[in-house]
Structures are given as structure tokens and as C-alpha cells.
């Protein structure tokens, strides 16, 4: 009996002693934000800090257009480049708004994805779609033969450019019909369910591999400039991360002080970025460069862009529908709904990362319906501008949380303002394409690379000792690379007697991140392995809220304004992305007490569910009304 109580003594003591290390290292991480998602920081920091949103998200979106763009057929053409910039940035504002007020409401940046860049480049690299060659005026006046050439500026090279952009347009407001369905609807936790790290690691890492070409031809106009821009961004990033500049700063309390910041750690890109093209403005200043184009190093020339300023428009308002009615194919649609659904999961996992470095409580599944809807419709509202891209959350921008610790909503509302107002210069977006092209290349040399170890990191999670995993993650990442770049190379290969099937099977086929997302899928669901072994049983728990609907988290995850009133009616109670619902898949495994759920519900004056725990071998709770 004596040692029975020593027992229980001892287990409590320890229980006690877990409780306060979670509760310091709780109380660690939320006084390192200096301000929280409801925080409302000074206007002067929420400038600054809305400015560095802006400028780590253009920084991402900017190589879009230059990927894009030769598959556009547009190459070198900088007026194009500069009005599809200027178009995502204003969009991503829209959406951005839209998101932190409406949708999972927490400080998270929308902007272009790369996951729809691979099923885009495969679309357009279609026979179809194969594109002509592009002569200036004056080289079209001596050519004899012009079946296929188009010169620059005619109506016909615009129509050229723009009929290709209407094809993703389409496709894009077609398939995002799917994230909103997806999100809207709550299946985006159905579908998580059968998506673990050996699906989500090929599936993004092929983002990244798949696309070493666009960086491989830009970095290749002069590689000592775009290794120089690659080295730089290691050395701001990686070495010189924790040095520490004066900032003049201001609060009402203090009044004017300095307060040290990491300005390499927050702005590596921009700064080698920077540098570097101001070293290329120099060396062409002193003829370094070549003056002859064609020549090995003319593209690192600054002089070689400068039209582009000058044409572009001071103000220049994007409009839906802006290059013409969009056009649509189910081979297209398919492609990128395959993309849709790869961005979706990886918005997820930055919902849960964002509410983390911001000091949230985790999103409850309300929410992140929502979230991922309103994604949905960020995709449909991008397909009608014409970006040629969709919109997802932004994981640089959650980065940025974690250097700048301000959470702030407040502080994206501003974001949101810098690309609103500075998308309709056209200037500025003029002023970015003017960058010389190895510069371009040696950021996407390490942007890539990024892409690809964050697929890669997830693998932290499975065991890798495991011969069941070592075959999923190999023949997914292998088969992800090999089938694409032989569909690519030889496209009449694939006959099914009707050329709408084929080109289906040709986009899918050569989309590299869907087969590979698809073959880990299968053999992951498939293929014999324990939930631990494969790495689920720690991927839930760090993607799951086990907290019941507490104060705090209704204050900051609620519907602004009308979430009492949609309490107080039973048909919200059964949509899937209101504050109201309780039975969705995320809160399967977190269900609440009778004596929570029924305070919760009783605040709101409504009748409370009755709940009766059933003996079933998952654990689910069975509500009844």
C-alpha cells in the first residue's frame, strides 16, 4: 500500500513537472512575439514591417513572369513581363485582404505559386502550343519564307502571346472551382488524411528540380554574376544572420530609441540582389561587358532593358478579362487541379506554421476550411485577371514573422496596401524586369533549391530506415523526373484514337510534381507500414488542434461581426466553415467535453448537442442532436 502511494506520488510529482516546462516553454515562445496576431502595433511599424512583407513576397513573385514567360513565346519581351508583374502584384493584394479579414484570418501573405508553374509549362509545351519564331520589324522586312514567323509588335504576335495566356486563364478559374469546393465543403481534411510525408515530400520537392532548367538558361548568360548573386545570398543568410544593425525607432512610451535588427537575416535576396546589379551597372559603365548582343555575358548588361521604362505606363489598372475571353480544355483543367490540390496541402501546413511563429493558438478546422476557400477564390479571381498563375500563402512571409516577431494582422493589412497601390504603377513593375537576366539566375539557383529541401525536410518525420519508405521516396522521386522529360521528348508517343484523351494523358504525364505526388500517394496508402513507421502518427500531431474552442482562439479565428449571430442559427451548424461547426474530420480526434461544449453553446444561447462516446475501435464520438 506504502509503495502504491509512493507511486502515485511519484506520478504526480512528475505530471506536475511536465506541466510547468510546457507551460514555461509556452510562456517563452509568446514573450518572444513582440506583437500577436491581435496586437496592433504603431503606424510607423506597421510601415516598416508592412514594407518588408512587400518586399520578401515581390521578391518570390518576381520570377513567375520570367519563367513563364518563354513558354509564352514572349521571351525577351520586358513590356509583357512588366504588366503580368504588376497584374500579380495588385491581385495578390486583393486576395491578401480578403484572406487575414475573411478567410482563416491569420497574418498570411497571398501570392503566386509555384505549384502551378510545372502543370502551366506543361500545358504550353503541347504541339498546340509550340511556339513560332519571333523576328524584330526589321528582320521580318528581308525574310522571304514567313509561314512561321511573327513579328514583334503586330496584332498577331499579340494575339500570339495573349491566346497562349487565355488557355491557363481558363484552366486555372475552371480548376479552382475544385480548392473551393475543397475548402468550402471540408474535405480538405478528408483528403489530408491519405497525404503524409512521403506523398508531400516529392510532390513539393519535384517543384523545385523540375524547373533547374529555367535556372540552368538564366544563370548560363553569365555565370561569375549569377554565382556571385548565389554565394551572396548564402553569406547574408547563413554567415552574417546574426549580425545586428541600428534602427531608429519610436513608441510612445520610450519615445525615439535605436533597436538592433538583423537586416542580412531578413533580407538576403533583395540585398545580394541589389549589389549585384549595381556591380553589372558598373561593369557596363566600363565596357566590361560586351556591346555586341549574342556575345557570352552581354545579358548581364543594365543598358539592355531600359525601353521597358520607358514605355511602360505611369498608372496602368489591371481589369478581369484584361487579354481577352479565356479559353478552356479539360487536359488544362486537369493539369492544374493536380497543382491545386499539392498547393492546398502545403497551405495547410503554413497555416499551423504561421499560427506557431505568431503566437496563435492552432487554427481550428473552421478555419482552415476557409482559408483554403478563399485560396480557391483567389485562384478563380487570378485566373480572371490573367496573372497566369494562381495564389497560395506565402512560407517566405512566415519566415518573415519569425525574424521580424510581429504577428500582427494589422501589419499585413498594410502589406496588402503596398501592393495594391504599387500594382498600378507600372513603372515599378517596369523597373524590376530591367534586372540583367544572370542575376535572375543566380537568385533562382537558391529559390529553387529552397523549394526543394523544404520537400525534402518533411521526411524528418518517417523512418528512413525502413526499406517500405526508401522504396516509396525513390521510385516517386525518380519516376517524377524520368516519365516527364520522355513525355516532353517524344509527345506523339502517347494514342488513344481521341485527341482530347491524349492530351489529358500528356499534360498529367508530363506534369513532374502530380506523377510523383501520385505514385507516393499509391504506394504510400498501399504499400504495408505502421502510422509511425511512415511517419503520420508525428505529422497529425503537428498538424491537429487537441485544444477545444477557447476564447481566445474564437476572438481571433471567429467570422468578424455576424459569428454570434451564425451561432445562434442551426443551418451554420452544418457548414463546414463557420465558427459553428463541430463535426468536422480535423475535430474528429478533439472533441470537447459535455460541461465545454455545452458553456460554449449556452453563451450563445443555443441547445447544446448531446454526446455519447461509442466504443469504436478509431475513437470517433458519435454527435446527436
Not at 484552366?171 to 480548392?179: K, L, N, Q, R, Y
Not at 510532390?203 to 523545385?208: A, M, Q
Not at 465545454?596 to 448531446?610: A, S
Request: glycine share 8%; aromatic share 10%.
Amino acid at each position: 500500500m506504502q509503495e502504491e502511494n509512493k507511486f502515485e506520488l511519484k506520478e504526480e510529482r512528475h505530471v506536475k513537472i511536465v506541466e510547468v516546462e510546457e507551460s514555461k516553454e509556452k510562456d517563452d515562445t509568446e514573450s518572444a512575439i513582440l506583437f500577436k496576431v491581435k496586437d496592433n502595433p504603431p503606424w510607423l511599424q506597421c510601415f516598416v514591417f508592412g514594407l518588408q512583407h512587400f518586399l520578401v513576397m515581390f521578391t518570390a513573385t518576381l520570377t513567375i513572369p520570367f519563367t513563364l514567360a518563354p513558354a509564352l513565346c514572349v521571351g525577351d519581351d520586358n513590356n509583357v513581363k512588366a504588366e503580368l508583374i504588376s497584374t500579380i502584384v495588385f491581385v495578390s493584394g486583393i486576395i491578401t485582404l480578403v484572406q487575414v479579414a475573411l478567410g482563416v484570418r491569420l497574418p498570411v501573405v497571398q501570392a503566386g505559386t509555384f505549384a502551378l508553374m510545372v502543370p502551366s509549362l506543361a500545358i504550353l509545351s503541347l504541339p498546340k502550343w509550340r511556339c513560332p519564331t519571333v523576328v524584330s520589324p526589321e528582320t521580318a522586312v528581308n525574310l522571304t519564307d514567313t509561314s512561321n514567323i511573327v513579328t514583334r509588335g503586330t496584332p498577331a504576335y499579340t494575339e500570339m502571346w495573349q491566346s497562349r495566356l487565355r488557355e491557363i486563364q481558363g484552366a486555372i478559374m475552371v480548376a479552382s472551382t475544385f480548392e473551393i469546393l475543397l475548402g468550402f465543403t471540408g474535405l480538405v481534411g478528408l483528403v489530408l488524411r491519405f497525404f503524409g510525408p512521403l506523398v508531400i515530400s516529392p510532390t513539393v520537392s519535384i517543384l523545385g528540380l523540375a524547373l533547374f532548367n529555367t535556372a540552368s538558361n538564366l544563370a548560363s548568360k553569365q555565370w561569375w554574376i549569377a554565382i556571385l548573386t548565389a554565394v551572396l545570398i548564402v553569406i547574408f543568410a547563413q554567415y552574417m544572420k546574426n549580425i545586428l544593425f541600428p534602427c531608429p525607432s519610436f513608441k510612445r512610451k520610450k519615445g525615439c530609441y535605436i533597436s538592433w535588427y538583423p537586416v542580412f537575416q531578413a533580407f538576403p535576396v533583395l540585398l545580394a540582389m541589389v549589389i549585384t546589379w549595381l556591380i553589372c551597372g558598373i561593369l557596363t559603365a566600363t565596357n566590361v561587358f560586351p556591346k555586341t548582343p549574342g556575345h557570352w555575358g552581354y545579358e548581364a548588361r543594365t543598358d539592355t532593358k531600359m525601353d521597358v521604362l520607358n514605355n511602360a505606363d505611369w498608372i496602368r489598372l489591371p481589369y478581369p478579362g484584361q487579354w481577352g475571353r479565356p479559353t478552356v480544355s479539360i487536359s488544362s483543367v486537369i493539369g492544374i487541379i493536380a497543382g491545386l490540390l499539392a498547393s492546398a496541402v502545403e497551405s495547410v501546413g503554413d497555416y499551423y506554421a504561421c499560427a506557431r511563429i505568431s503566437g496563435a493558438p492552432p487554427p481550428p478546422s473552421h478555419a482552415v476550411n476557409r482559408g483554403i476557400g478563399i485560396e480557391g477564390l483567389g485562384c478563380l479571381i487570378a485566373g480572371a485577371f490573367g496573372t497566369g498563375n494562381g495564389t497560395t500563402s506565402t512560407t517566405v512571409n512566415i519566415g518573415a514573422i519569425g525574424v521580424t516577431k510581429c504577428g500582427s494582422r494589422r501589419v499585413i493589412y498594410y502589406a496588402a496596401g503596398y501592393m495594391l497601390v504599387l500594382g498600378l504603377l507600372g513603372k515599378f513593375g517596369a523597373l524590376f524586369v530591367a534586372i540583367p537576366d544572370p542575376v535572375i539566375g543566380g537568385i533562382f539557383l537558391v529559390l529553387f533549391g529552397m523549394i526543394t529541401a523544404v520537400g525534402v525536410s518533411s521526411l524528418q518525420y518517417v523512418n528512413l530506415n525502413s526499406s517500405r519508405n526508401l522504396c516509396v521516396i525513390g521510385l516517386s522521386f525518380f519516376i517524377g523526373l524520368t516519365v516527364p522529360q520522355w513525355i516532353k521528348a517524344n509527345p506523339s508517343s502517347i494514342h488513344t484514337g481521341v485527341q482530347t484523351v491524349d492530351n489529358v494523358f500528356y499534360v498529367l504525364l508530363s506534369t513532374n510534381n502530380f506523377l510523383a505526388g501520385l505514385v507516393g500517394f499509391i504506394l504510400d496508402n498501399t504499400l504495408p507500414g505502421t502510422d509511425k513507421e511512415r511517419g503520420i502518427e508525428m505529422w497529425t500531431s503537428k498538424l491537429s488542434s487537441t485544444s477545444p474552442q477557447s476564447k481566445e482562439t474564437a476572438e481571433i479565428y471567429d467570422i468578424p461581426f455576424i459569428s454570434n449571430w451564425l451561432a445562434k442559427k442551426r443551418l451554420f451548424h452544418y457548414l463546414p466553415f463557420c465558427p459553428a461547426f463541430r463535426r468536422t474530420v480535423l475535430d474528429a480526434q478533439s472533441t470537447p467535453s459535455m460541461e465545454e461544449l455545452t458553456e460554449n453553446e449556452l453563451q450563445n444561447g443555443i441547445k447544446p448537442y448531446t454526446i455519447s462516446n461509442m466504443a469504436k475501435p478509431d475513437g470517433e464520438a458519435v454527435c446527436q442532436l
